[in-house]
């Protein structure tokens, strides 16, 4: 008996793999950690997974081949990325700068194929049909880095809304051509071939633009209780649409970014329909599709001579240049500055979903060969990283400059203001419960809210019932001070996920917490309690080590890191920590640049503080230790750090918390950070976050595109 259930797991697990629930099982197992083994080192999500589909594929260790449900679900995920791009183009953004946009997605668009053709059929020696396919993907280009823009708070820039405006173009126009191509590769065209694509696309854009959307439109306001019913239905349009292209001559994707387009103002983008359709499609439909990507993908190709090596090299270096003649003759056009130039180039260098979607069907069409596939793969790599690095690089020489959006600083209103304690050590509550005392608005009716996050195991109910005893405790003590609490429990699976959701629940303006605590291997690898803490929230956060009584301090410094007045939660944490020295009574001394000087001593100006402030110059922050200049035994010592990839943050902030933590042993420390702008429906596997490794290198390379005239 058991030899035959080891002869049977050993004919299941035997490569490649079979049977349809293992080769799901798998492929989840991926898509669960990928993003978990290659988050210390920054590698974007669209990239791991990619590498992990070279891994598994018949070309690595085999686990997997394309057989019919691996190509369903990749189809699926091809369609639903095209989809998704067409549904999340701010069409308001385009109309506003409709002109210019025009102007730069001709530009963005013809440069790169006038470049790359001729490089693709003189140089590397291929035929017109490639040639042309090759050069129209030069072309595309999808907003990778636009997140950075928005949380450098320019993202109502012209220079942003002009890129915006130009990639509906572009990518439209790159869609168009592969229609053609495609068509041309199954046939001759000819007048018949013209007339039936012009009748065909004529009734498929009709169909999209003037019944599709009044049919929707009736359907989500009959049955507005039915939400699951919603999604099932933006699903058959999707689908329905991509046959519908199909049948007009076209490819299925033109289908699937047209019916993006036809629903985009019935599906508000910060609408729970669009959180389930995002949801559903990064979970699953598109991880699937870039896996079996890198299944494709043939490693060898590039060891076997240097031919594959220099169509990757010659693609990557025609796709980055092209893309910034074209960002430089619009700067010149419109007489913008060259940071403007670098802010679209950035935006518009990158290459992924649009990219990947037209190599695909030029690769599945025998149009294309392994060659141009394999550096199609380095292509995205590496322009989503010069992307990354050129549009930070030009976002913090714009914000410099004073072109930051309106209302970009966050003002808390007294009355409004709701503070967070996330219950953890008893032993270090005392303390930062007075700290939250002290700090809260008094004109503020809510309580202060102490939290206790349980997890969901089979102690769950004992474990709610000593957390109940415990926030007792705490509201025992807070009476004392006549202070009053709101006593929260919640069980979750994850503590710190179960924090985040709690701050949304009341709506917390400021989260105060302890000293993060030692951390496990497995931590490490798969994020630390207060890393997940911070990337889940977006309230202003305070961690506190607070081992002596505040009385006992004779002075508060402040660090202040260069860009810090630009954060969304500037202002509310400065006025917090003018309370807080008022509270005790305390002189505060603030280290930082001058352009960081002026705008606090603005805010102290309109609050009408009593408190005595002095300024100290400091300006090597990449030497946070140099810090130490500034510090006497006896001071309260407060660090203003970022959130990984906000407008002040520099790779010197990279573990703060554990740093001073060992430096200044014997003293009260305050590590905060400040409020940020929700970061919605961003796709995680289209951004990338570069690593600090990276970002120094960056500091070399960015200077290639930034330099000042």
């Not at 007009?248 to 985009?264: C, D, K, M, T």
């Not at 630390?528 to 961690?543: C, G, P, R, V």
């Not at 410094?557 to 810090?564: G, T």
Request: charged residues 15%; hydrophobic residues 50%; proline residues 4%.
């Amino acid at each position: 008996m058991s030899n035959k259930v080891i002869e049977h797991l050993i004919h299941a697990f035997q490569a490649p793999l079979t049977n349809p629930v293992l080769i799901f099982s798998v492929v989840l197992l991926i898509i669960l950690l990928s993003p978990i083994l290659l988050r210390p080192i920054r590698v974007p999500g669209i990239i791991g997974l990619i590498l992990a589909g070279v891994v598994i594929g018949p070309h690595g260790l085999n686990w997997l081949e394309k057989n019919s449900a691996v190509t369903l679900f990749s189809t699926i995920g091809l369609l639903y990325i095209m989809f998704i791009a067409g549904l999340e183009l701010d069409m308001n953004e385009f109309k506003k700068s409709r002109h210019k946009s025009v102007v730069f997605g001709f530009f963005t668009f013809i440069i790169p194929i006038l470049i790359g053709f001729p490089v693709c059929y003189y140089i590397l020696g291929y035929e017109v049909l490639p040639s042309v396919l090759i050069a129209s993907m030069f072309a595309t280009h999808t907003l990778v880095s636009y997140p950075i823009v928005n949380r450098y708070g320019i993202s109502k820039h012209e220079a942003v809304a002009i890129t915006i405006g130009g990639t509906i173009l572009t990518d439209t126009a790159v869609l168009i051509i592969l229609a053609l191509i495609t068509g041309a590769s199954h046939g001759e065209i000819n007048q018949e071939f013209w007339v039936t694509l012009g009748v065909s696309f004529a009734i498929f854009l009709f169909i999209m633009f003037g019944i599709i959307p009044r049919i929707a439109k009736w359907f989500f306001q009959r049955l507005d209780a039915e939400k699951t019913g919603h999604y099932i239905f933006v699903l058959t349009v999707v689908f329905f649409a991509a046959f519908l292209a199909e049948m007009a001559g076209l490819e299925p994707i033109i289908g699937a970014f047209v019916a993006g387009l036809s629903l985009n103002k019935l599906i508000p983008h910060s609408s729970a329909l669009m959180n389930r359709i995002e949801f559903i499609g990064n979970a699953i439909f598109i991880p699937f599709f870039l896996i079996s990507v890198g299944m494709i993908v043939d490693i060898s190709v590039l060891t076997k001579g240097p031919s594959a090596l220099i169509v990757a090299g010659t693609l990557t270096i025609v796709s980055v240049f092209g893309k910034f003649i074209a960002a430089t003759i619009t700067q010149y056009i419109f007489k913008y500055s060259s940071n403007q130039r670098n802010l679209i180039f950035g935006l518009s260098n990158a290459h992924a979903a649009a990219t990947l979607a037209v190599i695909m069907v030029g690769y599945n069409n025998n149009i294309i060969d392994e060659n141009v596939l394999n550096g199609t793969i380095l292509l995205i790599l590496i322009t989503c990283i010069i992307a990354s690095m050129v549009t930070e690089n030009a976002s913090k020489k714009i914000v410099l400059e004073g072109h930051q959006d309106d209302k970009h600083i966050e003002r808390v209103e007294e009355s409004e203001e709701q503070i967070m304690i996330p219950l953890a050590n008893l032993k270090n509550m005392e303390p930062i419960l007075d700290f939250a005392t002290l700090i809260k608005s008094k004109k503020s009716p809510y309580p202060l809210s102490i939290v206790s996050v349980v997890p969901d195991d089979e102690q769950a109910e004992i474990n709610v019932q000593d957390a109940k005893r415990n926030l007792e405790n705490m509201a025992k003590y807070a009476s004392g001070a006549e202070t009053e609490v709101e006593l929260l429990t919640t069980i979750d699976f994850n503590i710190p996920a179960g924090i985040a959701r709690m701050s949304k629940k009341v709506m917390a303006d400021c989260i105060i917490m302890g000293w993060p605590s030692a951390t496990s291997i497995v931590e490490k690898i798969v994020g630390e309690k207060s890393e997940s803490i911070l990337n889940n929230t977006d309230s202003t956060l305070f961690m506190l080590r607070l081992n002596k009584p505040l009385i006992s301090h004779r002075s508060i410094v402040v660090f202040v890191p260069p860009l810090a007045e630009s954060e969304v939660g500037f202002e509310y944490w400065l006025e917090k920590t003018f309370k807080l020295a008022q509270e005790l009574s305390l002189p505060i001394s603030f280290v930082c640049e001058p352009r960081t000087e002026d705008s606090i001593s603005l805010i102290y100006k309109k609050l009408k503080s009593s408190v005595k402030v002095k300024f100290e110059t400091y300006e090597d922050w990449d030497n946070i230790y140099g810090l130490a200049t500034f510090n006497s035994p006896d001071a309260l010592l407060v660090f203003v750090s970022s959130r990984q990839g906000e407008v002040s943050y520099r790779d010197s902030l990279d573990g703060l918390a554990k740093r001073v933590g060992k430096y200044y042993k014997s003293q009260n420390l305050i590590l905060l950070f400040p409020a940020r702008q929700a970061n919605e429906h961003i796709d995680e596997y289209e951004t990338i976050q570069t690593s600090p490794f990276m970002r120094k290198i960056s500091r070399g390379l960015g200077n290639i595109f930034n330099k000042e005239k």
